[in-house]
C-alpha cells in the first residue's frame, strides 16, 4: 500500500509536471528544464520513500540537467 507521504509527492510532481506541459509557447530549453524537473521530483519522491527533500532535490537535480541538455 502506498503511504500519504509518498502519494502525496507523487500527485504534487505529477500536477506540476502535466501543469508545465501545458505553456505551448515555452521553447525547447524551457520544455526540457520542466520535463526533467517533474521527472526528477517522482524519482526523488520514489527513491526516499516520498521525503520531502528527496522530492525536492530529485526536481531540483532534474530541472538543472533537463536545461543543460542540447546546449
Known sequence: MISSKKLAAITLASTLLFGLSACSNM???DRNTAIGAGAGGVAGAV???GSTMGTLGGAAVGGVIGNQVKK
Do not use: C, Y
Request: charged share 35%.
Open 47 to 49: 527513491l526516499t520513500g
Open 27 to 29: 521553447s525547447e530549453r
